[in-house]
């Protein structure tokens, strides 16, 4: 019996991340606006998620916590693995945007590609931009021991995957390496 109840304590933490990191990924908005009210934390912690269109340029910024959990390596690695899952997010939305354009546009005709098609286009370039994003900031909040890791993905990035991308619907791979500017202030406008 003893046996069944530590065991039962040891995984509690590990069920409540997976659930909070399933609860994390359903979430439909594209843009985060946050104001955490954490006066001792650098500026993207209180920012939160969100696309950034400024003199460095046009940029996706993903912001991850996680608990104090008694392994530091572990803790880090999830703060950097939920910042890079809101990196993936709001370029999903951004790429999702740019799809309904593209199949607004393509039509009926012989040439219109399916919605299907599309989507799966889109899982699959969010996933290959994902390998360029960097982990360029943490932060440890010493009162709750919360760990925030702020993680990057360049748009420049974003279209030279678009522009090299093989196996994709050579229509769809233009409309969306013309447009990806253009869509990516629709986005960070709203």
Known sequence: MRKWKHSINATAPLILLAISMLVSGCSSKSVVESDLGISSAPDWVNEGTQYLNNNE??????????????????????????ARAELARILSSMLDVASQDYTAASGSGKDAVSQQSVSREIKSLTKMNLSGAKIIGRWKDDKTGTIYSLAELDMKYVKQILETARNMNKDLQQYLTTHADNTFDKVSSK
């Open 57 to 82: 340029g046009k940029l996706f910024h993903g912001v991850g916590e996680a608990p104090a959990m008694g392994d530091a390596s572990l803790q880090k690695s999830t703060a950097d693995n939920r």
